[in-house]
């Protein structure tokens, strides 16, 4: 069924999500269980965007190691 693989698709997320601490936890969960935009993130938590943008590229790279 395709909600149960959405689902599954979800769960998967927030495990993968919790797995990060900090500030990276709380990117990774804005941005992808939440769906908000870096600059929003920014903006709602009093951080430069550049700031978030390079912190989300920290995720993308240990995600792209643990795919791998």
Request: glycine letters at 4%; hydrophobic letters at 30%; proline letters at 0%.
């Amino acid at each position: 069924m395709l909600i149960n693989k959405l689902k599954e698709q979800s769960e998967a997320i927030e495990k993968t999500v919790e797995k990060f601490k900090g500030i990276h936890n709380m990117i990774a969960k804005e941005k992808y269980i939440h769906g908000k935009t870096l600059a929003k993130i920014a903006g709602e938590n009093h951080y430069s965007e550049q700031y978030i943008y390079n912190k989300h590229a920290e995720i993308k790279k240990i995600l792209s190691y643990t795919e791998s």
